[in-house]
């Protein structure tokens, strides 16, 4: 097959050497009578992880950030989500179209909300208006380039939320990436908020499947709420063993996927293109590919074997994963600094 370097997303990571030996052993059983022990073993690990009472297993990352709303959200009540968040614009509607929530969109800088914005946008139930019953998060945030929460600011939200009696959630897709990025365990991330997803696939580089945390009590609902978007599963093992030696092996080495977005950001903006390097705090980099187009830019680093995304006209995104090596890196700016000799 040919050579190619795939920096399209985190997504597309394959299972490293070693991550599926794993199932030849894992004990399975029917989760859905809480019988599969490998299951059991994933959410509890989850749970001690970052210091909530309890976890659950989901398919993916939209399912566990709609089961999450679900579980929280009533129909009619106001959802607060920054702008570009991925739960307004990548799920589908999902919480517009299960749970009958209304997204609630707010500008924030570098995909962080400020907080005082938020306090005034939180709506109180009355005969007009459902209120607030939920403000979202993201961390890392995708459409952001990958941008980390700040903890004072989480802290901050936390406080607001407190005093309007509303529930926070975060889309902790890629919780590790900001943890590493921070030095800080996710538990210390996740203290401030009251529930939260995880994706084991993305940089943890599982085939699938993702956990959401929090109170037992929200987990008991979000069990049911998993169940009603046809997420119960039988001998769930298979997806659970993997994420387990993920938890144990692919957190810290996520510093290298980061190493690696940074080179990457630099050589790509010694070549000319627009970086905010701001921006680059983990694994991911947008570039304006001015003066070519996105797809002009994307068709010419195709044909070198380089695949990438484009993110809105003008800007594509570069994601780093484990299957991304220095020497890719240093070849990807090679390619890049060729562009701009044309
Ligand atoms: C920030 C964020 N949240 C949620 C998701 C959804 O995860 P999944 O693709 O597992 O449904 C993604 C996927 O890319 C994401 O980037």
Redo the contacts with the bound molecule.
Sequence with gaps: MERRIDLR?D?VTLPPPGMLDVLRDAELGDDYYHDDPTVKRLEQKAAEMLGKQAALLVL????G?LASVMAQASPGTEVIVEQDA?TFH??AGGMARFVGAMPKRIPGVLGVLDPDTVERQISTKDVLNGGTSLICV?DTH?AAGGTVQPLENLEALRRVADRHGVKIHM?G??LFNAAVAQGIPASEIVRCVDSVTF?L??GLACPLG?VICGSREFIETARCCRQAVGGGMRQAGIIAAPGIWALDNMIERLADDHRNARRLAELVAEAGFGVDLRTVQTNMLKVETSPYTAEEFKAALNAQGIDLNIVVPGVVRLVTHWQITPEHVEEVGRAVRSLRRQ
Excluded: L, Q, V
Aim: glycine share 6%.
């Design positions: 997303s997504t993916s990352g939209t399912m950030n991925h990548s799920e993201e995708n889309d897709a890629r994706c696939s993305k993702a």
